[in-house]
């Protein structure tokens, strides 16, 4: 038996974006906890040329609905990239996920050979859905949840490979 386009997609980034709203849920707990304020957690980095949760976080979403959007052939919501705060952040996540449950599985399934244009700056990446979605969106948003997954562990929010991974 064959897994679908749609298997392969929509409850992977949803669940993905679950966890990385309940990383979330644990880095404000522990800023609370800590007398931290959460905007300067949610501005952390791991490294001062990389990209602070707040951005890691976005990344994730807009890679999650560009690839709806794109293997499905609906256009994705816009987002102001300005979230600041942990409850802007599951803000966002939410807007996601919902607009990921709002795709039906016929209108991804079948689009493995559809081509794919995507534009990065001056560079132009051409795949079929099947490529762009293992070898684009699914590493692109595990890296960035990846990424904020260990902003956070690093900054003492007790977080594990459990929680990267979720309930099953």
């Known amino acids: 038996m064959s897994i679908s386009m749609y298997e392969s997609s929509i409850p992977v980034l949803i669940r ?66 300005n979230e600041v705060s942990f409850e802007e952040l599951q803000a966002r996540i939410v807007k996601t996920v919902k607009f990921l449950e709002s795709i039906p599985a016929d209108k991804i399934d079948g689009s493995e050979e559809k081509e794919i244009t995507l534009k990065a700056g001056p560079t132009e990446f051409k795949f079929s859905g099947k490529t762009y979605l293992q070898n684009f969106v699914l590493p692109n948003v595990y890296f960035h949840a990846t990424t904020a997954f260990n902003i956070l562990r690093h900054n003492g929010v007790e977080i594990g490979k459990m929680d990267f991974l979720g309930a099953s």
């Open 16 to 81: 993905t974006l679950n966890n990385l709203s309940a990383f979330l849920i644990k880095g404000a707990d522990y800023a609370s906890e800590k007398g931290i304020d959460g905007g300067v957690l949610a501005s952390s980095r791991l490294f001062p040329n990389m990209l602070p949760l707040t951005s890691q976080i976005q990344i994730a979403c807009d890679v999650s609905k560009g690839a709806a959007a794109r293997l499905s052939g609906i256009e994705a919501p816009s987002y102001e990239d």
